[in-house]
């Protein structure tokens, strides 16, 4: 017998200079595709991040006070560390984050501030891969941003963010959907790969809380094995993965 064929994955487009990833909360990134943000980076292209939460729910011997600073701060170093700069926060509650139309205006709003060609944001979908259940906050975020992308660029949905100055933006070209268990496309995440560890391993206080193995064997592993697994269907580089919509 024949061994089955991979499916090979696609190279990302690269005729874009403006992305904007939007996810639920801290580290989200950094475990799903800052290898691929640090490549992008590294071009010249600007990145700027969106997070729906600060974070506040995800430790559990942290008081949501304490917290949130904490959580804010980590994640800053951490887009730092591949190249990020711009990074905002919605201040909608952490782990009980709502799809409908206030996440898909706020959503629509930071598409209209930074006017992307891309938007990134993560897995949507109720599971992962089939294999684990997905959070509520997760599948709210991702998709209120595949709507959103749509939105931003409809003058009559949300005519107040034109009150408020932030006219309609319809150049969203993709939507790139990190974590997808059926994804398109990659970013090869050879010079970006350890810009990647390090960036996660700013978020040292949730590591600790998550797992008894160091942080930086536990993020090196994690990060690695997941770019060499893809790079079985990307040229034998290691990647990362992205399902691409296209708009």
């Not at 904490?70 to 170093?77: F, P, S, Y």
């Not at 975020?141 to 009559?156: E, P, Y």
Request: glycine fraction near 10%; hydrophobic fraction near 40%.
């Amino acid at each position: 017998m024949t061994e089955p064929t991979i499916t090979q994955l696609q190279a990302m487009p690269e005729d874009w200079q403006r992305a904007l990833a939007v996810v639920a909360h801290p580290d989200d990134l950094e475990y799903g595709c800052s290898a691929a943000i640090a490549a992008w980076t590294d071009a010249g292209r600007e990145v700027a991040y969106v997070l729906a939460t600060r974070g506040e729910a995800g430790i559990d011997t942290l008081d949501p006070e304490k917290c949130v600073p904490l959580r804010e701060r980590e994640q800053r170093a951490g887009a730092a560390r591949v190249g990020v700069t711009t990074v905002e926060f919605l201040d909608h509650k952490d782990g009980v984050i709502e799809y409908g139309t206030a996440l898909r205006r706020d959503i629509s709003a930071a598409i209209r501030r930074h006017r992307p060609e891309l938007v990134i944001t993560l897995n949507h979908r109720d599971t992962w891969g089939g294999v684990a259940w997905n959070t509520p906050d997760h599948v709210a975020v991702g998709r209120a941003t595949l709507d959103a992308a749509g939105d931003a660029g409809n003058r009559w949905i949300f005519p107040e963010l034109i009150e408020q100055g932030l006219q309609p933006w319809n150049g969203v070209r993709w939507v790139a959907v990190a974590g997808s268990s059926t994804p398109t496309h990659a970013v090869d995440a050879t010079a970006g790969l350890e810009r990647a560890v390090h960036s996660l391993l700013e978020h040292r206080t949730y590591i600790e809380v998550l797992t008894d193995e160091d942080p930086e064997t536990y993020v090196r592993g994690f990060l690695t094995g997941n770019a060499r697994s893809t790079g079985e269907r990307f040229g034998g580089r290691p990647a990362v993965a992205f399902e691409l919509f296209g708009r």
